[in-house]
């Protein structure tokens, strides 16, 4: 609900005061109202990432996808007049039913709109995925489609004045195809940067999340991670927030782990 995550987010703005990059994963317009993009933008987050995946109408409908692309538009322009500094849109290659005429469209409506950064997927097919075991696995694209995609978008975007600046693979990806982000000069985000290169601190909240903290030697991660399942997290939290103390207490307090 809208008053438990403002609720948070000015408990955060409160305590971070001189957080230089604050992002926030909006997803998709069915997702993120514009109430509550707006009650971001006020609680102080200057990037936002919108997550089309694509921008033909059949294809999200095929996903299960409830909006319309009318819709990410209007979310966009949401987020252009409340002044988000930096907007990230997110798009997948490989998706079922997807072809290389699909990309090109999705790409060259991007160089219109024109958002700070721009993050091409490929198709990771997770085992636990619905995708997995549904009719549509037939239609995925075979990986030189799905290769040719991914060089179509390079082509676009630095002819369009992108450039990429930071690339990751995921389990279950394809061939040798890698997550690559592209940003327009001086909108490179710092968070992405450091976390490719796991030389950096995190403090994670919530089920699921990994707390990392950096050592004196400057690239080892000592690391404490929360039960996905909530219940579970619940039982474990003064456990596990205990754990997270001790270890913030010695890394910081130059003692040996």
Not at 108 to 128: D, G, M, Q, S, Y
Request: proline share 6%.
């Amino acid at each position: 609900p809208l008053p438990v995550l403002e609720a948070m987010m000015t408990r955060l703005a409160r305590n971070l005061p001189e957080a230089c990059e604050w992002t926030v994963e909006a997803g998709r317009p069915d997702t993120a109202t514009p109430d509550m993009l707006a009650m971001l933008r006020q609680a102080g987050v200057d990037r936002i990432s919108v997550n089309p995946q694509t921008l033909q109408q059949h294809l999200l409908d095929a996903l299960g996808r409830r909006h319309r692309v009318e819709d990410i538009y209007t979310m966009y322009e949401n987020c252009r007049k409340l002044g988000f500094s930096v907007i990230n849109m997110d798009f997948i290659a490989g998706l079922p039913g997807q072809t290389v005429a699909d990309m090109q469209e999705n790409m060259e409506i991007v160089c219109k709109l024109h958002p700070e950064n721009v993050t091409i997927h490929t198709l990771a097919l997770k085992k636990r995925a619905p995708l997995f075991h549904h009719e549509l696995r037939a239609a995925i694209p075979p990986a030189e489609e799905t290769g040719h995609m991914v060089r179509l978008c390079q082509s676009i975007l630095t002819a369009g004045g992108y450039v990429p600046y930071y690339m990751y693979r995921q389990k279950y990806m394809a061939a040798s195809f890698a997550n690559i982000g592209y940003a327009l000069p001086g909108s490179v985000s710092a968070y992405n940067i450091e976390m490719m290169e796991e030389r950096q601190s995190v403090l994670a909240a919530g089920p699921g999340g990994a707390t990392k903290f950096l050592c004196r030697d400057g690239h080892t991660l000592e690391k404490v991670y929360m039960p996905k399942d909530v219940d579970a997290y619940v039982q474990a939290l003064a456990e596990k927030m205990a754990q997270r103390r001790r270890l913030c207490a010695i890394i910081y307090g130059k003692e040996d782990v």
